[in-house]
Nanobody, 122 residues
Framework: QVQLAESGGGLVQAGGSLRLSCARS??????MGWFRQAPGKKREFVAR????????AYGDFVKGRFTISRDIAKSTLYLQMNSLTPEDTAAYYC?????????????????WGQGTQVTVSS
């Protein structure tokens, strides 16, 4: 059973940066991604990466501010977030997909972490 553990969230001022990490254990994944959910809103796709090839994709709102990456040897996923705004405030979730395919919908991911809170103050 794949387990995902996020870390790195916190409180940051607008314009600041944070780096989220997600450690994967217990199995492999073809694709991993980040999603976020703000109170009262639907879970939103942030970024995804094909684990072997490193091919990436981002949500439209990212606009070059975030970078998803992975360390294959450590089985760890990262999300570097720069130029943060209060609109980025949300719980950020790491997700993993076993099968092939490159998806943005949350329903296509098999495993989820518990989430890490990111709060951006104005």
């Amino acid at each position: 059973q794949v387990q995902l553990a996020e870390s790195g969230g916190g409180l940051v001022q607008a314009g600041g940066s944070l780096r989220l990490s997600c450690a994967r254990s217990g199995g492999t994944a073809n694709t991993m991604g980040w999603f976020r959910q703000a109170p009262g809103k639907k879970r939103e796709f942030v970024a995804r990466i094909a684990w072997n090839s490193g091919l990436t994709a981002y949500g439209d709102f990212v606009k070059g501010r975030f970078t998803i990456s992975r360390d294959i040897a450590k089985s760890t996923l990262y999300l570097q977030m720069n130029s943060l705004t209060p609109e980025d405030t949300a719980a950020y979730y790491c997700a993993a997909r076993r099968g092939a395919g490159f998806f943005t919908a949350a329903a296509n991911y098999d495993y989820w972490g518990q989430g890490t809170q990111v709060t951006v103050s104005s």
